[in-house]
């Protein structure tokens, strides 16, 4: 009998492919997906750790579900993800509803972990660090929005260990998929008429970094492989870790046609200080040498970036230098945070410095000149031509919404219908602050 399954997920891509992945494994028992809370079987909430914000929305979610389980007993609830991953039995202790707790390396044994836990009446975790990388190459696409791009995780874990960072603990080890993995599931994902990859990797630049020396694959040679998959038209790639970024992976911007135009390039702070003590391992000047050679080899690139402020220690000249560094790169956008201490990261010994009314201000200030900076960059393109990757209606009525290569929403009006991952071509008229305005060029 078909039972109906609903996932919330929070946190980063990495999540978002893990989700579509346990769903493609829970309908071989039968599982289908559906938007509607109250008439699921069976719920999975995929949490994110990365700030002690993400953590408590997780727990409230969690929560909010002990109603149900009192008066569906059958119901079964599965926390995964990584605080799933970093509470364990701490959770189950906290939420004795919850059937199964599961970590993000083995959502692959799903069908059996539900097995178990309809057999049970007590909940069970299942967090032990598994070091093979098991993906189920080939499953049944489901029918469920966005038929035209999809992530595809080439590599689970990290190792750099930046000392504000939970993701080594919850994620483990840095693993590589096998090339012919990848290859073969991108090749299987155009099959089935998917345009669009973006390989998926905490840092993808160390991707093959696990492998023995002589049988290593480098991301840039990935990469390549990838773009070379007929029928394929765009691919894209996130994140790296900035001391890890290499020619040869900017070489690839100059030979791949289908490599879209933008860098995530998190920098994360604009001090050598401050960097030293996050464990970043590239100095300011070092970080502005690497955009200043990318941009020569992509001079279209679109950069984006990722800043925490407040990280224990930061003076006001360390803020100030992150304030002219920003000034210096001109990121088209940025992602900002306050610093989170996050047990059992190394920046947990550090004493905190910077009040939470200080981060917050040292916040809004850097989020209100990226704003007038993102509002500048994006005008940059008006007159420009662009070719976009149909995404579906716009928001806005009688308009449509495309993406661009260097990843920008992009907004046309237009009577026609488009299919999703159609390719259309247009001129760029206006820069908003989160989007591009077009009119659309009939070739
Ligand atoms: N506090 C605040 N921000 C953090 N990030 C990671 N860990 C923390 C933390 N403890 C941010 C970094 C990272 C992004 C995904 O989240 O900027 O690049
Ligand atoms: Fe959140 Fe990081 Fe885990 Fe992604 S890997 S879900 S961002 S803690």
Redesign the pocket.
């Known amino acids: 009998m078909n039972k109906l399954l609903y996932i919330a997920t929070f946190g980063?891509q990495m999540n978002d492919r893990d989700s579509e992945i346990m769903a493609q494994l829970l309908t071989k028992e039968s599982y289908f997906p559906t938007d509607d809370i109250d008439a699921a079987d069976a719920i999975i909430v995929n949490t994110c750790s990365?700030?002690g914000k993400a953590e408590q929305k997780a727990y409230s979610m969690l929560g909010s579900l002990r109603r149900r389980k009192k008066q569906n007993p059958q119901l079964i609830i599965a926390a995964t993800g990584c605080v799933a991953q970093q509470e364990g039995e701490k959770m189950l202790a906290r939420m004795p509803h919850v059937d199964i707790v599961i970590g993000p390396r083995l959502i692959y044994k799903l069908p059996e972990l539900f097995a178990q836990a309809s057999k049970r009446d007590k909940g069970f975790v299942a967090t032990e660090q598994v070091s093979s990388f098991v993906i189920p190459p080939f499953l049944p696409s489901l029918d469920e929005g966005l038929p035209y791009k999809r992530f595809v995780t080439i590599m689970q874990g990290c190792n750099n260990y930046?000392t504000?960072?939970?993701?080594p603990y919850t994620r483990g080890r840095e693993i590589s998929r096998k090339v012919s993995d990848i290859v073969s599931e991108v090749e299987h994902l155009v099959a089935g008429g998917i345009k669009e990859v973006t390989l998926l990797g905490q840092n993808v630049n160390s991707y093959g970094n696990d492998q023995p020396k002589d049988v290593r694959t480098s991301f840039a040679s990935l990469l390549r492989q990838v773009a070379a998959i007929d029928g394929l038209n765009r691919v894209r790639f996130t994140?790296s870790n900035p001391k890890d970024l290499s020619e040869e992976l900017m070489q690839c911007f100059v030979d791949l046609d289908k490599l879209c135009t933008h860098f995530h390039l998190?920098v994360?702070a604009g001090s050598d200080a401050i960097l030293k003590r996050m464990n970043r391992k590239y100095t300011v000047a070092s970080y502005l040498e690497k955009v200043e050679k990318l941009r020569e080899y992509c001079p279209e690139v679109s950069l984006t970036t990722?800043?925490?402020v407040g990280f224990p220690g930061e003076t006001e000249d360390d803020f100030a230098a992150t304030m002219d560094l920003m000034e210096k790169v001109r990121y088209h956008a940025a992602?900002?945070?306050?610093?989170?201490?996050?047990p059992p990261?190394k920046?947990c010994e550090f004493e905190e410095t910077v009040t939470e009314e200080e981060k917050g201000r040292r916040l809004a200030i850097f989020q209100n000149r990226q704003k007038e900076i993102s509002l500048e960059r994006n005008n940059e393109y008006v007159g420009q031509e662009m070719e976009l990757m149909i995404e579906g209606k716009s928001k806005v009525e009688g308009q449509w919404a495309g993406r661009s290569k260097s990843n920008h929403t992009v907004n046309f009006k237009s009577q026609d219908t488009f299919i999703p991952g159609q390719l259309v071509n247009v001129v760029i008229e206006e820069g908003c602050l989160n989007s591009l305005r077009a009119k659309l060029l009939v070739k």
């Open positions: 980063c990365i700030r930046c504000y960072c939970i993701v994140t998190p994360q990722d800043i925490i992602f900002s945070f306050k610093y989170s201490s996050r990261a920046s």
